[in-house]
């Protein structure tokens, strides 16, 4: 029986060649320089920050060059799978606004190079593996299970190397007879790649990355389709894939680095041209003095879920992604604060080769500094959006409360250097729950400092409210201040009162603080002028008499 026999007989259906492929998925016609690159993502777990690393790269790549950013989603280890998974991924990208060119989604496909499903490309799969049985560079394997875990066994305790190579391909010489006539009487068996690698010759694979690195040849019979639903396994369905699809550039993580020399092999088989490899470095986090790889299991920050339902921005956690992706990012932003990011020039040779540190403590300052420069509208809009969803007490309020939350949001905010109090819409209330009537009236713990007596605290706060007058401006509602606190015994001066503090009761500093924690509980707000005005004097009042209430 010849090869292409041993092929027809494994393959009946598969009338179509490699050939018939190549004119179906033609070259893209785009300019030079046009980068075709995927964001292809296994469902076997949710979208986590290494996967969201490689999809901003991916889309800065191709937006700044011009060409395709494309979504494939690999499905073949369908026994991994989780549910959900695929869902939402195409929710993050669509939250991050990191939108594919090309992808396909609940029965629609947008795209001349799909499906883009690989579950749904198992006929083409079926016709590059026949082609390679047909030439004698594939071959049906029907080891056991059983006598698999006793190769791996056997290699692991000789400490050889894991794998089907040399004399444990124990079917890869056997005659296409023989072949034949297991598969008739019904064996199960895999298909595997027939390697013409030398492990001890090396070859020279240019990584865009980390430059030129001498790798040695690969020599082991992997399986590239599987027994179960005849499904070709990921080393080998991306090969096929990324030549049809036209894929210029692959952004991977570099614990794949292990597996070029068989891309290269596989590629190599065909005849096609081997696309550019980028391999990010692993993401890495700081735990107690030690560094170590950020974990989806132990790390919360290590999945996607958690940074929506924090409430960070989401170009804020893009630019906090691209700052450990390049390490010019930084420079670059400081230098263009309007520019969307996808115009940012990425430079494979600017990522770190060490690995890329993530800080959830430089997310925060991010963050910071996005929010900041938000109106206090569309802020408002935002955490309105954010509490919908993650926070239905929140949202009640704020609701309820729409101008006072805007007010007091743009306390100190439309300035040269607006406060930064929020890292993210979730740490927004309890930093400003005080002003809202319904959480007031539960249990309050004020935080006095250096004035203490209820009743200095209470003549302070009734002097106060005595002159307050909402129609004053700054200028003169802290003039007012600063003479009731002459008149009671502090300084408002403080360069005199830091003379001679022994003098007074205490400074116009403290006295203010008195004010700030009858009115907020806390010594630590934003402007005591602007919260007085939202507050009103019947609020004031009210705050008042639970203070004196309380402490009765």
């Not at 029986?1 to 259906?13: C, G, Q, R, V």
Request: proline fraction near 4%; charge should be neutral; hydrophobic fraction near 35%.
């Amino acid at each position: 029986m010849t090869n292409k026999e041993l092929a027809d007989l494994i393959f009946p259906n598969i009338t179509k060649t490699p050939e018939d492929y190549e004119a179906m998925y033609p070259k893209r016609d785009l300019m030079e320089g046009a980068k075709v690159v995927r964001f292809a993502p296994s469902p076997t777990g949710f979208m986590h920050i290494g996967n969201m690393m490689s999809a901003t790269i991916n889309y800065v790549l191709a937006k700044s060059s011009g060409g395709v950013f494309f979504l494939r989603n690999e499905d073949t280890d369908q026994a991994r799978s989780v549910e959900g998974a695929v869902e939402f991924i195409h929710h993050v990208l669509n939250y991050y606004g990191i939108y594919p060119d090309e992808y396909e989604y609940n029965g629609k496909t947008v795209g001349n190079y799909g499906p883009y499903i690989q579950s749904e490309r198992i006929e083409i799969y079926h016709a590059f593996i026949k082609y390679l049985i047909s030439i004698g560079r594939a071959y049906p394997c029907f080891l056991t299970s059983d006598e698999l875990n006793e190769i791996r066994e056997y290699q692991a305790k000789s400490k050889k190397r894991i794998g089907i190579y040399g004399r444990y391909a124990k079917f890869r010489d056997i005659s296409n007879d023989e072949a034949a006539r297991r598969i008739k009487n019904g064996e199960k068996y895999v298909i595997r790649f027939r390697s013409k690698g030398d492990f001890n010759r090396k070859f020279i694979f240019e990584d865009l990355t980390k430059g030129k690195i001498e790798m040695p040849e690969n020599d082991i019979d992997v399986p590239i389709m599987k027994s179960e639903n005849l499904l070709p396994t990921y080393h080998f369905a991306h090969v096929v894939d990324d030549h049809l699809m036209r894929t210029t550039h692959v952004v991977r993580g570099e614990e794949w680095m292990s597996s070029v020399p068989l891309h290269y092999e596989l590629f190599n088989a065909f005849g096609y041209k081997m696309p550019k490899y980028i391999h990010t470095s692993l993401i890495l986090k700081k735990d107690g003095d030690t560094i170590r790889k950020i974990s989806k299991r132990k790390d919360p920050e290590a999945l996607m879920f958690y940074y929506e339902e924090k409430g960070y921005p989401t170009l804020a956690v893009i630019d906090a992604v691209l700052t450990i992706a390049n390490s010019n990012f930084e420079e670059w932003r400081t230098n263009n604060p309007d520019k969307p990011f996808y115009e940012f020039p990425f430079s494979p040779k600017k990522m770190s080769s060490s690995g890329a540190l993530f800080d959830l403590d430089k997310l925060d300052n991010i963050s910071k500094n996005y929010i900041s420069k938000m109106s206090a509208s569309k802020l408002y809009e935002e955490y309105l959006t954010w509490a919908k969803k993650y926070d239905e007490h929140v949202y009640e309020l704020i609701s309820k409360y729409k101008e006072d939350t805007i007010n007091f949001l743009n306390i100190e905010r439309e300035t040269k250097k607006p406060r930064k109090d929020y890292e993210n819409y979730s740490s927004i209330f309890p930093k400003t729950w005080y002003m809202y009537d319904e959480e007031w009236n539960k249990t309050i713990s004020y935080e006095f400092t250096k004035i203490i007596n209820k009743d200095e605290i209470k003549s302070i706060m009734q002097a106060c409210l005595d002159q307050y007058d909402s129609n004053d401006v700054e200028e003169v509602w802290f003039s007012k201040i600063k003479e009731l606190c002459d008149q009671m015994g502090y300084q408002s001066n403080m360069k005199v009162y830091k003379e001679n503090p022994d003098q007074y009761k205490g400074s116009i500093a403290d006295f203010t603080t008195v004010i700030r924690v009858v009115l907020t509980t806390s010594n630590m707000t934003p402007n005591l002028y602007d919260i007085m005005k939202i507050l009103g004097r019947k609020r004031m009042i009210e705050r008042l008499n639970i203070f004196i209430e309380k402490y009765n």
